[in-house]
């Protein structure tokens, strides 16, 4: 039988999920360079990462790259980072994605299938490059 997590890294936890919906980039990046890890994953499987793009959190997408989040992390419903920043029609977060390297065909729906399927071209223009 696995030990209890220890509740005060539950609220750590949820607090640090809730500054990148947020896009509280400073306090993000203090509690990251204090040792949490650029990947959390939460129990549905989404990223830090993932939900800075889901917002449009662009200066949070890039403080998270430089501190080595997974861009190629896919949540527990086959999203990308990518695949969020695009439906979230975050052009800067884009950018940012895939100048590290994200591939616009990564996940399901992918990046560019999620473009097409909501009529996006600016975002489809994007990740054609």
Known sequence: ????????????????????????????????????????TNDKGDTLLILAAYRGHTDTVAALLERGADHARINDRGQSPLAAAVFKQSADSVRALLAAGADPDAGSPSARATAEFFDLPEMTALLAG
């Open 1 to 40: 039988m696995s030990e209890p997590i220890d509740p005060g890294v539950i609220a750590l936890a949820a607090k640090v999920f809730d500054l990148a919906r947020e896009g509280d980039t400073e306090q993000l990046t203090a509690y990251l360079d204090a040792g949490v890890p650029a990947n959390l």
